[in-house]
């Protein structure tokens, strides 16, 4: 039985008890705005599109204040809060074996471990982000053997990487799932020296899985800003997100970072994200691209690597036309762009670049809108995408420009510095799940938190004019 069953009706009445939050923050962009705050995220209202590129973006101003969320509770609640606090504070105690909780001062000797075990069963660009994880452990312990509880949507990425020896993929869902059972016998047989919970939403099927595969393990997950007492009855070490201020990426590099000594020098870009291109995609890929004479520009940054198990030529740049990804897709409602938007944006584009080929893609259920977008373009330069995911993985890393909402294919760009046209609904996303690149990149921030389709196509032409011109990219006009 899931604990979260149990504690769903408090939460309900515990949210009664709070009275709307409010937060203060001083604009770094144009226009009024509005803000109506809910822990742990904050819905911004701006009165106009603001627009960031790293000349204002919160993580690149020294001087930047983050939100102040002041939160008022009525005492004649406190005691129900108390209750959830109290049944869960006691479900970690049983998993965890204790009943207080102390950060260590000390660093794990890196010679000390044999095996790790990654939580990252979530989505893709979750993944993405974390790799600098898996290379740290990789470089600055060589001997160490990396395995990691996958989801089933992000398994198939997982499993190419290099530096994974297995993966156990279960389903990415919060309640109890039978698949939790088949990840647990599979993982416990290998006696884990050490579980990384990547992952910071829901603990208690992080909690769970840790306990039952390897109860003796050291333990680390990220620092949870009200219940690390609770939480640490199972997580012995955590680590502390600095909200606003600190992208995903190094929070979780800081997980072993903080917490291990290495015994071998980490390779000099071991903080980058990156991705891994598969053979038979890649192949596909550019037998594509050769019949319709469009060039190919290989990264040369280190971060685009292949998988172990690569047999021919390795990947290389070839000649051709340019081409731009345009991506309309998103897990969440309120990232999914609007297909007439897009269409503009990529009319635009081929009305503006003669030489540039525009692809425009999506998720699998948007095949019939990616397909319209470029029927309505009605220029052969404009093409539907709809290909796996590894495929859409290699035309991302060889792409001149990214244009696409806050999602896996945004950071797979990032992660091969490719620049980014971002379309971001959520404030606290732009501070914190930025582009994390060496590229330009360009963020637009809808005025309505509940979607990007309050963003003008015009701005985002506009703004994507701008990031060519930042990028020295040249097209024939």
């Not at 290699?394 to 091969?416: E, K, N, R």
Request: proline letters at 7%; hydrophobic letters at 40%.
């Amino acid at each position: 039985m899931d604990i979260n069953h149990w504690l769903r009706p408090l939460r309900r009445r515990q949210c009664l008890a709070n009275e709307r939050k409010t937060a203060t923050f001083a604009p770094v962009g144009n226009g009024t705005f509005s803000i109506q705050a809910a822990n742990p995220s904050m819905k911004v209202y701006f009165s106009e599109t603001q627009v960031f590129t790293r000349k204002n973006h919160p993580a690149f101003l020294p001087t930047f204040e983050p939100p102040e969320i002041i939160q008022r509770v009525d005492p004649s609640k406190i005691r129900k809060k108390s209750l959830s606090e109290h049944i869960r504070y006691n479900f970690f105690r049983m998993l965890g074996g204790r009943s207080t909780w102390t950060q260590p001062t000390s660093k794990i000797d890196g010679h000390s471990l044999k095996r790790i075990l990654l939580f990252r069963y979530d989505a893709i660009g979750d993944f993405i982000v974390s790799t600098p994880v898996i290379r740290w452990l990789a470089t600055a312990l060589p001997h160490v053997k990396i395995d990691i509880v996958t989801s089933y949507r992000n398994d198939a990425l997982v499993r190419n990487d290099p530096f994974v020896c297995h993966t156990f993929p279960i389903h990415p869902g919060h309640n109890a799932h039978v698949s939790w059972i088949d990840g647990v016998r599979k993982t416990k047989p290998y006696n884990y020296d050490l579980i990384l919970g990547l992952v910071f939403t829901r603990m208690t099927k992080c909690a769970i899985l840790a306990s039952a595969i390897a109860p003796e393990a050291e333990k680390i997950t990220i620092l949870h800003d009200r219940r690390q007492l609770t939480y640490g009855l199972v997580f012995n070490r955590q680590v502390p997100h600095h909200d606003w201020r600190e992208h995903w990426s190094t929070t979780m590099l800081r997980v072993v970072t903080d917490n291990i000594t290495p015994v071998a020098e980490p390779v000099a870009n071991a903080s980058h994200p990156y991705i891994v291109l598969e053979e038979e995609a890649w192949n596909k890929v550019q037998q594509r691209l050769a019949d319709q004479q469009i060039g190919y520009d290989l990264p040369d940054n280190g971060n685009v690597l292949q998988t172990r198990q690569w047999k021919g030529a390795p990947p290389s740049s070839r000649a051709g036309y340019p081409y731009c990804i345009v991506n309309i897709s998103a897990f969440t409602k309120n990232r999914q762009w609007n297909s007439d938007a897009c269409m503009v944006v990529c009319r635009s584009l081929v009305d503006a670049y003669p030489s540039l080929c525009v692809f425009v893609t999506g998720a699998p259920d948007a095949r019939t809108d990616i397909e319209d977008i470029a029927a309505r373009v009605g220029n052969p330069r404009c093409m539907p995408l709809s290909v796996s995911l590894m495929e859409v993985m290699v035309m991302v890393a060889g792409c001149s420009f990214l244009i696409s909402p806050d999602t896996a294919t945004l950071h797979m760009a990032a992660a091969a510095d490719r620049p980014v046209v971002g379309l971001y609904a959520e404030y606290i996303k732009v501070a914190e799940w930025y582009p994390f690149t060496n590229a330009p990149f360009t963020i637009l921030l809808s005025t309505n938190p509940e979607s990007i389709n309050a963003i003008e196509a015009e701005k985002i032409i506009a703004a994507t004019h701008q990031l060519i011109s930042e990028a020295a990219l040249s097209f024939a006009q």
